[in-house]
């Protein structure tokens, strides 16, 4: 059975959080001399000189209007990256405890370890990029805090299959963390639904890629009331800040943009894919259900050097196991798939 308590951190059950100067009086008030803060305000056009919401209560109440979970159930992050580090520093013992990654995957869960002093056993994808469930099995002991799950996966492109992901979170006594950093552009549900069926379940997301907004640094975890206010307790005070908490909430007035870019992408995506099975020099296209897609190559190196030479930047991902002679290319305006298209027409 899962227990919160069982996994939470000695330090982090009894730590007296950060009390701010806001959060020390009840009532109504118009003077405030209590934060330190310039009275006279900012050199700018808009003000700044007043600390932000801690817990960024409107755009956690417009964000719960467009996900259907309440706010109580929403953590904001300096990106979803920081929500990764504070899962680490609120279950991870140093030197102790360890977490599952699945790669290929995103590089950030492996950095954040490595960072917190967390051991991560890798457990490969298989062939099909999909889960090994008997493989993350073996994998797991009694000091396994987190398993990272990424779908639809970075840098395959492909979503993992929800019934083994469901395994898991019936099974593993620690937390599953699904980071759906490219629902938006998928065919798949998001599994923000299921919160209420497993208590041990952490789902991030993020306003930086289908919103637009990598610049802002806006990341979202859902979870159980309980686990986010332990990641409250955990987090910077003041962990995203004003402009980023006006700008967002704006941007999230503006669902409809957002929509018409994901259906351009996608379109442009399929195209995208057409053109590329035309050249010698690709092997495989791997299916996709984000905003970029995984090629693989003859020669991985040689095609992103001269895009480089031509200044078109993409991600080698040769190196990669499991993703050997492949690149990843992220989905362009019509433009610039063009424009990777004809060069790649000049590559010999
Ligand atoms: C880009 C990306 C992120 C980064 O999110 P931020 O909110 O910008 O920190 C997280 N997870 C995956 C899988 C990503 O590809």
């Known amino acids: 059975m899962f227990e919160l308590n069982n ?34 305000g900012s050199p700018l056009e808009t003000a700044y000189n007043r600390y932000p919401d801690p817990l960024q209560y409107q755009v956690k109440l417009k ?24 899962l680490f520093r609120s279950f991870c013992n140093p030197g102790v405890d360890n977490v599952i990654i699945v790669p290929p995957t995103y590089g950030m869960y492996q950095v954040s370890a490595n ?14 990029y999909q889960l090994d469930l008997e493989g993350i099995a073996e994998a797991i002991d009694k000091n396994t805090k987190l398993i990272f799950i990424c779908s639809p996966n970075n840098p395959t492109g492909n979503s993992i299959n929800r019934d083994d992901i469901e395994t898991l979170l019936a099974n593993f006594n620690g937390i599953v963390v699904i980071d759906e950093a490219y629902i938006n552009f998928s065919r798949q549900k998001t599994f923000i639904q299921e919160l209420t069926e497993y208590a041990n379940l952490v789902v991030l997301q993020t306003l930086s890629k289908a919103w637009g907004l990598a610049g802002l ?23 995203v800040n004003e402009a980023s908490q006006q700008l967002a909430l704006q941007a999230l007035n503006n669902v409809s943009l957002v929509n018409l870019w994901i259906k351009e992408t996608l379109e442009q995506r399929d195209q995208l894919v057409l053109a590329l099975k035309n050249f010698d020099f690709v092997l495989d296209i791997y299916p ?9 190559t003859t020669n991985a190196k040689a095609i992103y050097d001269f895009l480089v030479q031509n200044g078109i930047i ?9 993703c050997e002679g492949c690149l990843r290319i992220t989905i362009g305006t ?15």
């Open 7 to 40: 996994i939470l951190r000695e330090n982090i059950k009894n730590l007296t959080p950060y009390s701010s100067a806001r959060d020390e009086y009840t009532g109504e008030a118009s003077v405030f001399l209590d934060a330190n803060e310039n009275a006279y």
């Open 63 to 86: 964000l719960s209007q467009i996900k259907g979970v309440p706010p109580r159930n929403i953590f904001l992050g300096n990106g979803s990256d920081e929500a990764i580090d504070i």
């Open 115 to 128: 960072i917190n002093d967390v051991e991560a056993r890798k457990v490969l994808l298989t062939e099909e």
């Open 217 to 239: 640094r806006v990341g979202m975890a859902f979870a159980s009331e309980e686990i986010i206010e332990v990641m409250n307790k955990v987090k910077p005070p003041y962990n």
């Open 288 to 296: 996709s259900d984000a905003n970029f897609i995984l090629v693989k």
């Open 314 to 322: 993409i991600r080698d991902r040769s190196k990669v196991e499991l």
């Open 334 to 348: 019509p433009d610039e798939n063009k424009t990777l298209l004809s060069t790649l027409q000049q590559y010999k």
